[in-house]
């Protein structure tokens, strides 16, 4: 059973960092596109970056453009987002996501999908 786990989540002061960790086991992750959504409570779950399988091509959206880098190790079946910079509206659960297609800003089109992790940034 193919399972995604999001972590490194937690609690910062603005202006601080966190780099969160997506484990995906069970699949070929190398094949796989992966982004990271985030969702803020009484809020849309929001396209936040994405990542080709093999690293070489990223997006982000224009929000944490600058302040947010998505990299990958296909070696560990891991992806990350590190966050700089953070800002009190970066505060959300942050989840993520692998597609064996091209990238889609819509969470529900992804193959496999976390359950989230929490990020607070507090001013």
């Known amino acids: 059973q193919v399972t995604l786990v999001e972590s490194g989540g937690g609690s910062v002061q603005a202006g601080g960092s966190l780099t969160l960790s997506c484990t995906v086991t069970?699949?070929?992750?190398?094949?796989?596109?992966i982004s990271w959504f985030r969702q803020a409570p009484g809020k849309e779950r929001d396209f936040v970056s994405t990542?080709?399988?093999?690293?070489?091509?990223?997006q982000y959206s224009d929000v944490v453009k600058g302040r947010f880098t998505a990299s990958r190790d296909n070696t560990k079946n891991t992806g990350y987002l590190q966050m700089s910079n953070l800002k009190p509206e970066d505060t959300a659960v942050y989840y993520c996501?692998?597609?064996?297609?091209?990238?889609?800003?819509?969470?529900?089109?992804?193959?496999?999908r976390g359950q989230g992790t929490q990020v607070i940034v507090s001013s």
């Open positions: 069970e699949l070929t992750f190398s094949d796989y596109v």
């Open positions: 990542i080709s399988s093999l690293g070489t091509y990223k």
């Open positions: 996501a692998a597609r064996a297609r091209t990238a889609t800003k819509n969470f529900n089109d992804y193959d496999y």
